[in-house]
């Protein structure tokens, strides 16, 4: 992507107003944005004087501010274990350093590991528009996408209950073909990545309705197979107190 102007506020509100502007973008860790080998001409309003990074406990949940890399979100003795390692396989270090919490929210990757985490975890994600402040569900802001001149502030996940993941790859290190995670507190919430243009939960009894995407590594027939196979296991693993 082209960049055609860089801005830097050092507000919130500075941000939202250079937002709605046409043709801007907001830049986090740049991973993504810098990486889109197309796209229309853009002015990168750079998040980085904001503030918003940061982990915290909040009562029984923990807060992750957006501009979090995730680096700081896999070593967190804060987060919980499974989230922990998912933000690890998330990218190499060197990636990890600078990609953000927010710009995972918003790039959607589906085949995001930790994206999945967060939909089996129930995060909400704080929104900042002008004037406003709002709560969406990890779910339905991915629905929807999020909306044009509002940022992503934060993330809130839960600090306890029982959680498990399996992932499929060619290689260990390759990235996921599947991967799947289950998370109980109460409410049991199984999500995959992918099985779909994004990572999404799943009705863990309807699981032979999917109709995952194929490519070079899998059809759709082989890709169901395996959200069965792993959906599986990490619904046992919860389900036995085995998740961590």
Known sequence: MTITSYHRPVTL???LALLSRPETVVLAGGTSLNAAPTGSPRAAVDLQ??????????????RIGATTNLDAVARSPLVPPVLRNLARREAPSTIRNAATLGGTIATADPESELLAGLLAFGTT?????????????LDDL???GIPRGSIVTSATVPAAGRAAAERTGRTP???PIVAAVAYQDGDLRLALAGVAKRPVLVDPGNLAGLEPPPD???STAYRRH??????????????GGDGA
């Open 49 to 62: 004087d904001l503030a918003l990074d940061g982990i915290e406990q909040q009562d029984d949940a923990v």
């Open 125 to 137: 994600v704080t929104l900042a528009r002008p004037g406003s402040r709002t709560e969406e569900s």
């Open 13 to 15: 509100d500075e941000a």
């Open 226 to 239: 395996l959200a069965e196979v792993l959906a599986g296991r990490v619904l046992d693993a919860v389900a």
């Open 142 to 144: 991915l629905d929807g």
């Open 173 to 175: 290190m390759d990235r």
């Open 216 to 218: 070079f590594r899998g």
